[in-house]
Structures are given as structure tokens and as C-alpha cells.
């Protein structure tokens, strides 16, 4: 099963950017659909982007859709999220997520998750 490290998280301001990296371990990471999930305090898991295994199939959460963007690096084993013109509402820990089907925004549908990386934005 792969396993997934996440990095790139920090305290930013409004209007800022990130970009949030996802390794994966595994030679099988290139079949896996990857995506993006976050969660705040208090508040359910909440699905931000996906990305199928050959890359061109992308979906976004209506929250950062036009935002962020998702990509990926088979060669790499790699995953990332560029966020843009974050906005205070989007602190959160954000998640990368495999699952080895088609792709989903359920979090449950996915087989392996990363331990997060705290993002905070700053009004």
C-alpha cells in the first residue's frame, strides 16, 4: 500500500500563495488517483481537488475551484497543490489522500492518507 508524507504548509497572509507537496512510497503510485482533502476545528473533512492516475482528469471542491490546482509527477512519486489568493476560510489541515479506483470527493472512498500539514491564513 503507498504511503503518503505531506509538506509544504506555513502561515501565510490573505492573498498569498502556497504550494503543498504530497510524496508517495510505492511503485505503484502512478495508478493510484490521488486527491486533496482539509479539515478545520470543528468542522467535517472537506473534499478540495483530484486528480486521476494519468493526470488529465482534475476536480475541485466549488470553494477553490479557479484557486487552486492540482498536479502530479509519476517520475516523482509525487502530488501537488498550488493555492492561490488564499483566503482566511481556507486554514485548515490539508490531507493528500490514494485511492485505486476511479476518482472520488468522498473522503471514505480512499485507501491511504498522509498525516496533513497545518495551513493557516492570515486576515
Known amino acids: 500500500q503507498v504511503q503518503l508524507v505531506e509538506s509544504g504548509g506555513g502561515l501565510v497572509q490573505a492573498g498569498g500563495s502556497l504550494r503543498l507537496s504530497c510524496a508517495a512510497s510505492g511503485r505503484t503510485f502512478r495508478s493510484y488517483t490521488m486527491g486533496w482533502f482539509r479539515q478545520a476545528p470543528g468542522k467535517e473533512r472537506e473534499f478540495v481537488a483530484v486528480?486521476?492516475?494519468?493526470?488529465?482528469?482534475?476536480a475541485y471542491g466549488d470553494s477553490v475551484k479557479g484557486r487552486f490546482t492540482i498536479s502530479r509527477d509519476n517520475a516523482k512519486n509525487a502530488v501537488y497543490l498550488r493555492m492561490n489568493s488564499l483566503k482566511p476560510e481556507d486554514t485548515a489541515v490539508y490531507y493528500c489522500a490514494a485511492r485505486s479506483s476511479g476518482t472520488s470527493r468522498e473522503p471514505n472512498e480512499y485507501d491511504a492518507w498522509g498525516q496533513g500539514t497545518q495551513v493557516t491564513v492570515s486576515s
Open positions: 486528480i486521476s492516475w494519468y493526470g488529465s482528469g482534475t
